[in-house]
Structure formats: structure tokens, C-alpha cells
């Protein structure tokens, strides 16, 4: 999914189709204007990467909210920044940009950590307008792991160019890798009732939450994580709107 701002009549607007659902966002930003450009730019590759990683917020309150003040750096502190990298290489500048956001330690140890060690390895270090390294490090990774670090490499550099540490972004000229989509085989009826007889067997406990699992299509995390608000007896429906994802700390709820 390739999601880009578009010119409203001169404004900015973000618009895109996901699921099935059309979401628009109208930051009253001007088109014309170069630092609102890139500002939406950075919220279109957070959508994209939520949508990769699985953890797209359907409210949209994360990238609105996001939207103009999603840096952390303020005009004075990022000039002082500028003035202590004077020769920026691009672990530098990735350092940098990770402290700017407000994401939590297991989204830096999952997500951000493994880019940072394959930018170490590269020797010598990488510059700020130099992409060609990616490709060869990125020889051997799946399509979908290359895609979600160009992503964040993207999105890094739109960062450094906002705060005058680099003049271009190299990576937008790199393509997305084509992600093979394997074909899925469900589980046959007969499979389905060997399953959960299985467990009325052993753990009859969760026969029902299993037998759900398999009626409704949804993830582990999506039926732990199902509250009462989102039950509706009368019309016998139930929305799937939270999750309840294992981290390295323990569980913790994403609605």
C-alpha cells in the first residue's frame, strides 16, 4: 500500500482505502508549503507501517492527534542538535529520530533495534544520501521485513530533512519488494471437529473460545481481548475492535 498526501484545492488531504473502509485526513495544511508536505509524508509512513505491522489504528486518533506535533525537538533544541552532528552518518541521524518519538521500549526492541544493528554492520558507515547499502543488506530478508525497514528508513530521513540534517531522502527512489502471497488452506470441517474434540478431551475449557476462533475467522489476541461494551445480545453481534497481544513484559491491551 502506497499512501501519499494529494492537493485539495491547495490543502493537503490524506486519503486511502483500507479493508474495505475509505479513511480521510485533513490536516488544513497547505500543499504548497515544503515542511507540511514532509509532516504528512511522515504521517502517511506511520499509517503504512501500522498496516504492515498489524497495529493500524482504525480511529485514526494516533496520526491525527500526531499531526502537527509529532516532533519532540523544538526550533532551538534541533539547531543545537545540527550544530553537534557535523558529520552526520546515518546511525547518527537514526538515533536521533528514534529518541524524537514516543513509542514504547518493546516497539524500539522489536521494530526499530534490528534496523540499527544492520546499519552498524555496514562498514564504512553509511551517509546520509547513500540507499545502495540497504540492498545489499538486505539480500537475504523477506519482502515484508525489507518493506517495513525501508519504511522506517523513509520515514527517518523525511525527519532529517524537516531538521536540516540531510538535503535529500534516497530511499524514496527505492522500490517495495512484491510479497508472495501464500495461498491459505483452511481446515476442513472434519479437521475442525477432530480440533476441538480434542480439547473438550484435554482442556475442555477452551473448546468454546477454539470453537469461536474457527467460526468467526478472528486472531488469539482479537478474541482474548473482546470486552462485554462490544457484545450486543439483541442483534447477536459482536464487534471485533481490541487485542490483547503476549509482549516481552507481559500482555498488554491495544485497542
Known amino acids: 500500500m502506497d499512501i501519499t498526501p494529494i492537493n485539495n484545492n491547495g490543502s493537503i488531504r490524506i486519503r486511502f482505502k483500507f479493508e474495505g473502509t475509505r479513511y480521510n485526513i485533513n490536516p488544513r495544511a497547505k500543499y504548497s508549503n515544503p515542511i507540511d508536505i514532509a509532516r504528512a509524508k511522515l504521517v502517511c509512513s506511520k499509517i503504512e507501517l501500522d498496516i504492515l505491522l498489524r497495529n493500524f489504528d482504525t480511529s485514526l486518533k494516533r496520526y491525527t492527534e500526531d ?22 552518518t546515518l546511525i547518527e541521524v537514526w538515533d536521533l529520530w528514534v529518541d524524537s ?4 521500549e518493546d516497539t524500539k526492541l ?7 544493528r544492520m546499519i552498524v554492520k555496514v562498514k ?13 543488506s538486505s539480500e537475504s530478508h523477506k ?37 508472495e502471497r501464500s495461498q491459505i488452506k483452511p ?3 472434519e479437521e475442525m471437529k477432530t480440533i476441538i474434540n480434542g480439547f473438550e ?9 477454539v470453537t469461536f476462533l474457527f467460526l468467526t475467522g478472528c ?4 478474541g482474548i481481548g473482546i470486552q462485554w461494551k462490544r457484545i450486543d445480545f439483541d442483534r447477536g453481534e459482536i464487534t471485533i475492535a481490541d487485542s490483547l497481544p503476549q509482549t516481552r513484559t507481559g500482555i498488554a491491551i491495544a485497542s
Open 67 to 88: 499531526y502537527p506535533h509529532h516532533e519532540t525537538l523544538t526550533e532551538k533544541t534541533t539547531q543545537d542538535v545540527i550544530k553537534k552532528v557535523k558529520t552526520s
Open 124 to 136: 564504512p558507515q553509511p551517509s546520509l544520501d547513500c540507499s545502495k547499502w540497504l540492498l545489499k
Open 201 to 209: 478431551e484435554n482442556k475442555p475449557v477452551y473448546k468454546y473460545f
Open 101 to 104: 518519538l514516543n513509542i514504547s
Open 143 to 179: 519482502p515484508s521485513t525489507y518493506n517495513v525497514r525501508l519504511r522506517l528508513l523513509r520515514s527517518c530521513l523525511v525527519w532529517a530533512m524537516k531538521q536540516g540534517l540531510a538535503t535529500v531522502n534516497p530511499y524514496l527512489d527505492l522500490k517495495k519488494r512484491k510479497i
Open 187 to 189: 481446515f476442513t470441517v
Open 110 to 116: 522489536n521494530h526499530y533495534r534490528p534496523v540499527r
Open 219 to 222: 486472531r488469539p489476541s482479537e
